[in-house]
């Protein structure tokens, strides 16, 4: 779990991550916004079901993927915040969509 | 159309586009990040004031994207930030990209990798709970959300990052509770030779008191150290608890922060099918390119940390050398031009690699960090597949990473093997009794990068 510090980058934009609303300084990304929102688990993975969260934080591990804004699979440590974006888990592998 | 095109902003392509532009040369530089200066100086135009991060970062780095945005100012710089590589065709040089208005397409005449390093993965019982991380995602944090870890923090693993990070997370109220070294013991002595070998620790003495003045400030901000470890794990139920190491240590903990060096991102390179080699002293895969990062294709080059581990420095020497090159091949610069332009960089690139070789040496992986001991371990966090399993795989005939995929999937998920390929070559290479250059490096393919049907199906005809 992280935690912000009292620091020269104020907390300004205000995000959802799950249901919980946070604020965190401009130019984070959705995966900081998963650590310091304290989620146990950013997805559980397709072939164990077992918990992860981020890892490397720089692209190469692909453990944040996160459904940001409706879209599944997405890196969420390659992901900048903007106001209002919703960052919520994945469960297992994503399941295609088929508009009817 | 572009003169050169530049894939990454981080030091050495920084330093590449400051140079190839200064020569008239129209460059095109295409970074995933939102912003210039790549992991090193991740944030720097915000984060730079944080008295956590003085030092290297807060001067140099901010110093090196100012002048990065000052080249921009100047002409000659199309700078594409939040821009993704996922396809390069090497007859045209068309590189396919994804940024935040969609899809495109942007023909290069020439085209430097420059894509950095990434931490090698240490493979050990439980690396896969959450808040287990490498101490870059935590220097990450810190340089891109201010962030801290909360709680217990443990470090584990060697190199100069870790002491860096430790002081960095002192700084920033954050002490790590406890470092467990893995530096083997005698592993001093042993590097000493490549220290002294051509007056590496004289002339990399500046270096050396860096690291000696890192060490004393965490210690004596209350981070206990204990040395030698082996046999490390990370322990809990769905997250970590616990990190236990041979001989009944044991510890709770919060946070785990894993660092074992870094290597080249191969990832672009390998999938390009570059000839790859692999480096005996650094332990990894390395593009083969000659004294200007040319590789043997006419079209690209690498420089930077992505060609073999130096440090920022000497990335910007590369960057400034591959730029000249590209310059001189292009037809813009005689070669006698570019060779008197190239003898400043030389300069600072030899005085950069000095302390390198004994840092090679004292910092050299252990086996088992290469290749895990224990069966359960997992080497493919995406796919789930252990040490066991791959080993089996070896016995069964898998003779290197690209026929593992096959049996085992390894490689085949979301990161596709940019974790796992150097550690699956690695478990291979042991099994068979086989040098890991014969088992070989990991061929990923296109796309580098996942991109939506609807991306793809975007892009402009023709």
Known sequence: MFAQRPDPRPATVEVFVGDAALRVPEGSTAAAAVMLAGLPAIRETPV?????????????????????????????????VRPGMRIAPQHGARAARVPA | MTDLAIIGAGPAGLAAAIEAASLGLSVTVIDEQPAPGGQIFRNVERASSDPALAGEYGSDGAALVRRFRAAIQAGGIDYRASTTLWHLDTVGGVLSLRGESGT?????QRVLLATGAQERPVP???????????????????????????????????????????DQLAKAGATPALLLETTPRGALRQ????????AGFWRGRAMLAKGATLMAASRRAGMRVISHVTGLRAEGEGRLQRITWDGGGSTEADTLLLHEGVIPS?????????????????????????AWGATPHP???????????????????????????AACRLGRLPEHARDSRAVPHRHLLRRMLALRPFLDRLYAPAPGVLAPADDDTIVCRCEEVTAGQVRAAAALGATGPNQAKAYLRTGMGPCQGRMCGTTVAAVIAQARGIPIAEAGALRPRAPFKPITVGELADLPAG
């Open chain 2, 266 to 290: 191969t990832h672009v390179s390998r999938a390009l099918g570059l000839p790859h080699q692999w480096d005996e002293t650094q332990l990894c895969w390395r593009p083969e390119v000659d």
């Open chain 2, 124 to 166: 050990i019982p439980g690396w896969t709970l959450p808040n287990v991380l490498t101490a870059g995602a935590a220097q990450i944090l810190l340089k891109q959300a201010g962030a801290v870890p909360r709680g217990r923090t443990v470090l584990a693993g060697q190199g100069p990052l870790l002491w860096l990070l430790a």
């Open chain 2, 299 to 325: 079209l690209l080059a690498v420089a930077g940390d992505g060609a073999g581990i130096g440090g920022w420095q000497a990335a910007t020497a590369t960057g400034a050398l591959a730029a000249l090159d």
């Open chain 2, 191 to 198: 590097a000493l030779p490549a220290g002294l070998a051509g």
């Open chain 1, 48 to 80: 164990n079901g077992s918990p992860r969260l981020p890892y490397c934080m720089m692209g190469i591990c692909f453990d944040c993927l996160a459904e940001i804004d409706g879209v599944a699979n997405r890196q969420a440590c390659m992901v900048t």
């Open chain 2, 104 to 108: 495109g397409s942007l023909v290069a």
